[in-house]
């Protein structure tokens, strides 16, 4: 009962703070609340949690920063699942700031509401899956490349959660190419300091007049691909906890392994742990085989390892989805939705994979609620009508749960900790 009490106390709090998503904060019937913990299969998470106490007893003057980034597809994309995770964590360990923001709009694609990357000019883009497939995109799967000679970018955060989202360091993600142009920032900042450097450049000022937007202009005079940028790092001085959200629409882990030296590219954003959710569009091919999910989900995580050999695993299992199909009707073609058969098979192979490998795995399937449970997720208006993706409500829920289930195991290692 304490647990039961103790997890809608943290929904209640999380809904004060998380952007109007939805009018009022709902549950779903057939979430099992009890399932709703971490698997460690023998990972050692002491070294995160010891971090995470840190921040709540550290007296140095020195910064201190925890970088998780939660990686994956649509779920991940729009920005509901990981927003509803970062507000309660940052209330708990502190805000260290917005932290990595891409320019998903202008690669024509929806994007977060926190946040907006805008230009008045045309770019081209690349994205690590479909059409504009590249294998030279940046950490967030996606890069933009100037189409005309000037680059006129604003840069600007929104409040979520009724307080100031401001930033006093921007470190802006892009080409390795030494010709990449010189952007000047507008406002000249009290003491605005560039630093520039291959791949990235870095903008700071003062925490004093910490702002919410900032224009970054420029000539470009060079290749296209000499100036592509991959998103920005915004971080505002403060100890507390960066969560950086990577999604891409219909993402699987090999579209990430197609990257060019993903793991690299990840490890600049310095992550203590991270949480990969995906499954969801390998569930729906039909062309699915256990053993080359597993592999694919080896050789990301293997990626990530070669340059962050210290950095924490979170596999998360996809919740039950439905298939769309067609038939005739009345000499009429209806849409209807039928039973995934494959989605059992991506949940025990990533199981599997964390209990074989010591991967620890949040088991988001038996967490809501299982087996053809999609329907009664669409019923409460948890989940959108394509039984696949959800509602705002039920990200939040979905992001809630996650966070519950971190505080949960830390809460339990302090305890731990505090009784030697």
């Not at 990686?71 to 708990?92: C, M, N, W, Y």
């Not at 560039?194 to 420029?218: M, R």
């Amino acid at each position: 009962m304490n647990r039961f009490i103790h997890y809608i106390a943290i929904i209640i709090l999380s809904l004060a703070s998380t952007c109007a998503y939805a009018e009022e904060q709902t549950t779903i019937s057939c979430i099992n609340v009890s399932a709703d913990t971490i698997i460690f299969n023998d990972a050692d998470w002491s070294p995160l949690f010891d971090r995470l106490q840190m921040l709540c007893d550290s007296v140095s003057t020195e910064r201190e920063v925890v970088s998780i980034v939660h990686l994956g597809d649509s779920h991940i994309q729009a920005g509901h699942f990981t927003e509803a995770l970062r507000v309660p964590a940052q209330q708990k360990w502190g805000n260290a700031g917005r932290g990595l923001i891409t320019p998903l709009k202008l690669t024509k694609t929806n994007e977060p509401r926190d946040y907006s990357i805008t230009s008045p000019d045309k770019w081209s883009h690349n994205r690590c899956l479909g059409k504009q497939f590249s294998h030279e995109v940046g950490v967030g799967g996606i890069s933009i490349q100037p189409i005309s000679k000037y680059i006129d970018l604003t840069i600007s955060t929104t409040s979520c959660n009724g307080e100031d989202e401001r930033f006093c360091s921007l470190r802006l993600l892009h080409s390795t190419s030494d010709k990449f142009p010189q952007l000047l920032p507008t406002p000249d900042l009290d003491s605005m300091q560039v630093d520039y450097k291959q791949g990235e450049t870095h903008y700071q000022w003062s925490p004093s007049v910490a702002t919410n937007t900032i224009q970054l202009q420029g000539a470009n005079s060079y290749e296209a691909h000499d100036a592509a940028i991959y998103g920005a790092l915004l971080e505002n001085g403060k100890n507390g906890v960066l969560i950086h959200s990577i999604g891409n629409n219909s993402a699987t882990y090999e579209c990430y392994n197609k990257v060019y030296q993903y793991g690299t590219k990840l490890a600049v954003l310095q992550p203590h742990l991270v949480i990969i959710s995906m499954g969801t569009n390998e569930s729906v091919s039909s062309t699915i085989k256990p053993e080359h999910l597993y592999n694919q989900i080896d050789q990301l995580i293997s990626s990530i390892k070669k340059d962050s050999p210290n950095t924490l695993i979170l596999l998360t299992t996809p919740a039950d989805n439905k298939l769309r199909k067609r038939k005739r009707r009345n000499k009429k073609r209806v849409v209807y939705y039928a039973h995934n058969p494959h989605i059992t098979t991506v949940v025990e192979t990533i199981k599997q994979y964390g209990k074989e490998n010591n991967i620890a795995v949040w088991d988001w399937f038996t967490i809501s609620g299982g087996e053809n449970t999609s329907d009664t997720w669409v019923k409460e208006q948890g989940m959108a009508k394509d039984h696949i993706h959800y509602t705002q409500t039920g990200y939040s829920i979905q992001g809630n749960l996650l966070f519950e289930s971190i505080y949960n195991a830390y809460e339990q290692h302090i305890r731990q900790h505090q009784s030697i």
